[in-house]
Every structure is written in C-alpha cells, then in structure tokens.
C-alpha cells in the first residue's frame, strides 16, 4: 500500500514539474500500427504553465524556421511564441525561448477585437506571415512579433461582411512555392453555398472542393505536401454530446481549380467516437520532408489539453 502510494505522488510530482510528457491519442489496442497514410511519430502533452512571463495557452497554428531549428507557435490571444525544436525518429528538442505579444509597428498592443491571431506560416525566405479573425486581415511579421504591413486581400475575403462570423474568417494560412500564400476561412463564404469549402492565393486563384460530411465541418490549417498538394486539417465539433471528428486530407492544386471542384482524399480520420482520444486540433507545420507537427487549442480551459503531434505522411 506504502509502495503504491509512494508510485502515485512520484507520478503526481512528474506530471506537475514536466513540461510535456508523452500520451496516446489513439484507440486502445492500435499501438504502433500506422494510421492508413499517417504514421504517428511522437504525441505529447505541453504544460508549459507560462513561457517568458506570457500564459501559454490557446495556441491556433505553428511554423517552422529548419535553419534555426524554430518552432512558432501563435496562441488566438495575439501571442507569438518561439521554441528550440529539433526532430528525429521522435521530437528530440522542444525549450520555449521567447515569447512576445503581436502588436503593431509602433511597438502599440493590438486592440483586444483585432488580435484574434489564427494562422501562421514562413515563406520561401523565412519571412513570418499571420492571419486574423475578428476583422479579416494578414500581416508580416517580425519574429518578435512586430507587424510590418497588412497584406491586400482578395476581394472576396476583403470585407468581414462576406463571412458567416467575426469568429468565422481566416482560420488557415500557408506559403506555397507555387502559388504564394494561399488562405482559407474557417467556414464556406456567406456570399456562396455552405456546402463547398475554398482555398484562396493571394494571387486570385482559389480552389473549392465539398465540405466533409459532419455537420460543423471547418477548415483549421494548411500545409503542402513535398509533391506540391495542399494537406488540410478539419474540425467537425458541434456540442459536447456529440462525436469530434478530426480529418486531414490531400488536395492537388494542378488537377482543378476555378469553376472546376476538387477532390481531395482523405489521409486520416479520428473521430471520438470510435475511441480516438482527439482534441481541438487547429495548428499545423512542415518540419521535414512530409513531416508534419500538429497542435491543439485548449481554449484554455481545464478539461482541454494542448497536443502536439508529430507524423509522417505517405503522400503517392
């Protein structure tokens, strides 16, 4: 009984001074298998309490900067965390080492209804790119969080009046090498079909495919594949009765387009209901060839949990 209790507290002070520490999300009894073309690398809890006197929580998407070993972390508070991230079979480094609130060129905090922070990306030169909600913009960004300049938007993504929400707009953002920095709303455009989900360049082109087949079913990242496709991260949560289902899929960009709907496959389903233990997956990042981390909002409540996953994907 001694030796059960003395486990219990050794475990309880673990859990307690352990900034992250490994869990399993998926249902009991898969062990390592492969998840169809998701091969799961590594999975961990983050319980970073508060990274350079900012509270760590709430974090919406991630980037990644290989030359550095940096790992961007953006919370939907309009924070801007960076970590030391190295990555091998497993995550070998992850140590915060700074963390700054988003503000505007003048060093001047954002007001709180313009800092709804989602997506976060670098481009071919390392350059950090931010997209918000609550008023529809994309900004660069200085490392330590400074906005350099607004981003001009596609018309139909210009004016908040063309989404289904102020919480309802840029949710996604990446660079591609092809098309530059693509973006999607969070949900379909109030102007067009609820049923059909768009990728939009800042260029002008776009890409719209049909939504996934779960009510509530949103768009929450981007990425590119190494063959150039587009992988999407998408959240289908609607009351707490209800399953949450979390998918990724595949989309080429060459084979539509326009007026011409894509089909993107499906690479991994996880729905709750079937014993994955999912949260509220909203982040994304490239950290090697077709090497992806993903990471969930806490909302910064309690019962929800900031997960980090780190995979592979089989893109043929």
């Given at each position: 009984m001694i030796r059960g209790g003395l486990v219990l507290l050794l475990l309880g002070c673990?859990?307690?001074?352990?900034?992250?520490?490994?869990?399993?999300?998926?249902?009991a009894g898969m062990g390592g298998k492969?998840?169809?073309?998701?091969?799961?690398?590594?999975?961990?809890e983050l319980l970073f309490g508060e990274v350079k006197g900012l509270h760590f929580a709430e974090i919406s998407d991630l980037a990644y900067l290989p030359a550095r070993h940096w790992l961007f972390m953006v919370s939907d508070k309009g924070k801007l965390f960076r970590f030391r991230a190295r990555f091998g079979e497993r995550i070998r480094e992850?140590?915060?080492?700074?963390?700054?609130?988003?503000?505007?060129?003048?060093?001047?905090?954002?007001k709180k209804w313009r800092r709804d922070s989602e997506?976060?990306?670098?481009?071919?030169?390392?350059?950090?790119?931010?997209?918000?909600?609550?008023k529809p913009r994309i900004a660069r960004l200085s490392y330590d969080g400074r906005i350099f300049a607004y981003l001009p938007l596609p018309r139909a993504l210009a004016s908040a009046k063309n989404f289904r929400g102020g919480n309802k707009e840029l949710e996604a953002l990446v660079?591609?090498?092809r098309y530059g920095l693509v973006t999607a709303p969070e949900y379909p455009l109030a102007t067009g079909s609820d049923k059909i989900q768009t990728l939009y360049a800042l260029s002008g082109k776009r890409w719209s495919y049909r939504r996934g087949r779960e009510p509530h079913s949103a768009v929450t990242a981007l990425e590119v594949l190494e063959n150039g496709d587009f992988l999407i991260l998408e959240r289908a949560y609607s009351d707490p009765l209800s399953p949450m289902v979390v998918t990724l899929k595949a989309l080429?960009?060459?084979s539509c387009g326009g007026a011409k709907l894509c089909h993107p496959r499906t690479l991994l389903r996880m729905d709750s209901s079937q014993g994955w233990k999912v949260e509220n997956f909203e982040?994304?990042?490239?950290v090697g060839k077709n090497r992806f981390v993903m990471i969930s909002d806490d909302n910064d409540n309690f019962f929800q949990k900031t997960i980090l996953i780190y995979f592979e994907v089989d893109s043929r």
């Amino acid at each position: 009984m001694i030796r059960g209790g003395l486990v219990l507290l050794l475990l309880g002070c673990f859990l307690l001074w352990s900034e992250d520490y490994r869990i399993e999300i998926r249902p009991a009894g898969m062990g390592g298998k492969d998840s169809g073309a998701v091969r799961f690398l590594d999975q961990r809890e983050l319980l970073f309490g508060e990274v350079k006197g900012l509270h760590f929580a709430e974090i919406s998407d991630l980037a990644y900067l290989p030359a550095r070993h940096w790992l961007f972390m953006v919370s939907d508070k309009g924070k801007l965390f960076r970590f030391r991230a190295r990555f091998g079979e497993r995550i070998r480094e992850l140590e915060p080492v700074a963390a700054e609130r988003i503000r505007k060129k003048s060093g001047k905090k954002l007001k709180k209804w313009r800092r709804d922070s989602e997506g976060l990306t670098l481009d071919g030169r390392g350059r950090l790119f931010v997209s918000f909600e609550g008023k529809p913009r994309i900004a660069r960004l200085s490392y330590d969080g400074r906005i350099f300049a607004y981003l001009p938007l596609p018309r139909a993504l210009a004016s908040a009046k063309n989404f289904r929400g102020g919480n309802k707009e840029l949710e996604a953002l990446v660079w591609h090498s092809r098309y530059g920095l693509v973006t999607a709303p969070e949900y379909p455009l109030a102007t067009g079909s609820d049923k059909i989900q768009t990728l939009y360049a800042l260029s002008g082109k776009r890409w719209s495919y049909r939504r996934g087949r779960e009510p509530h079913s949103a768009v929450t990242a981007l990425e590119v594949l190494e063959n150039g496709d587009f992988l999407i991260l998408e959240r289908a949560y609607s009351d707490p009765l209800s399953p949450m289902v979390v998918t990724l899929k595949a989309l080429d960009p060459r084979s539509c387009g326009g007026a011409k709907l894509c089909h993107p496959r499906t690479l991994l389903r996880m729905d709750s209901s079937q014993g994955w233990k999912v949260e509220n997956f909203e982040g994304l990042a490239r950290v090697g060839k077709n090497r992806f981390v993903m990471i969930s909002d806490d909302n910064d409540n309690f019962f929800q949990k900031t997960i980090l996953i780190y995979f592979e994907v089989d893109s043929r």
